[in-house]
């Protein structure tokens, strides 16, 4: 009788094969092959906690896989976001979160995902404050920072009484101002170019829509500029009344807008 196919497979001198099917299983499964969901969620938590966030990304996905339809699933998956984000892996963090609002709809922490998913999308990192003080919004992301705004804006509407809510207003006010920037650099950049009209009608955008940012006034002047450039005197001399009134002691009202001497970075290229 001849001998199983396989039975001795692993039995064989050259256990190459066998050891690289050994060392395909999974160590953290294996370890934590008979733990409850409760431990699993512990053990994770210490992780986070321990700022060993690749290890505490692993527990949390045993957990979910292991546990689908628990309680602590649910919340395994926002933590799941929040590693990510801490170990700044934006898309895998916005991934996470954006598959926990589609799953669980209605979960409590809804107004905590919501913070989180403007927090993975606004990146408040060194090199963005340094831009919210020089005023240079030319390589910002229009688009993240209006998601941004929009996952703030949700907090605060549909839970007014978070405890994320006061924060979420005071960065929805930095994301106005950087929004407001980032049109100004392109009215910036159309005048430059000698696109008047486009400058004009770019910069009338801030002065409708971002009219309490600080790009106001400049925008005026733009504005004045562009229409003087398009033999358009009468919205010129309009602009120039509304910049006088709301902006008495503007430099634009005795000097025109200039590019001259603008830093580079206040273009796009």
């Known amino acids: 009788m001849g001998t199983p196919v396989g039975l001795y497979r692993c039995r064989q001198p050259a256990v190459g094969a066998c050891a690289r099917n050994k060392g395909t299983v999974d160590k953290e499964a ?22 060993n966030y690749t290890r505490a990304i692993k527990l949390y996905e045993l957990l979910t896989s292991r546990f689908p339809n628990d309680i602590y699933s649910q919340q395994a998956l926002l933590d799941t976001a929040y590693a990510h984000y801490k170990d700044d ?16 709809p209605q979960h409590p ?11 993975i999308l606004f990146n408040e990192d060194q090199s963005f404050l340094n831009k919210l003080a020089s005023q240079d919004w030319s390589d910002r992301d229009p688009k993240a920072n209006e998601e941004a705004y929009q996952a703030f804006s949700d907090v605060v ?26 049109q100004m650099a392109v009215a910036r950049y159309y005048m430059k170019r000698g696109a008047y009209l486009a400058a004009a009608n770019r910069a009338q955008k801030i002065v409708s829509e971002y009219q ?17 450039r398009l033999e358009q005197p009468k919205l010129a001399e309009d602009t120039r009344r509304i910049l006088q ?25």
């Open 157 to 182: 509407r549909r839970f007014p009484d978070s405890k994320y809510a006061a924060d979420s207003s005071v960065r929805m006010a930095k994301l106005v101002e950087a929004l407001g920037g980032n």
């Open 89 to 104: 892996e934006q898309e895998k963090a916005l991934a996470a979160v954006e598959r926990f609002q589609r799953m669980h």
């Open 212 to 228: 309490n940012t600080i790009f106001v006034e400049e925008s005026l002047a733009i504005m004045e500029l562009a229409y003087q």
């Open 109 to 119: 922490s809804m107004d905590y995902a919501l913070y989180l998913k403007g927090l």
């Open 245 to 269: 009134q709301n902006f008495p002691d503007s430099p634009y009202l005795t000097k025109s807008w200039q590019s001259e001497g603008m830093p580079w970075w206040r273009y796009w290229k």
């Open 30 to 51: 294996q370890i934590t092959e008979d733990w409850t969901v409760n431990q699993l969620y512990t053990e994770a938590q210490d992780e986070l906690n321990s700022n």
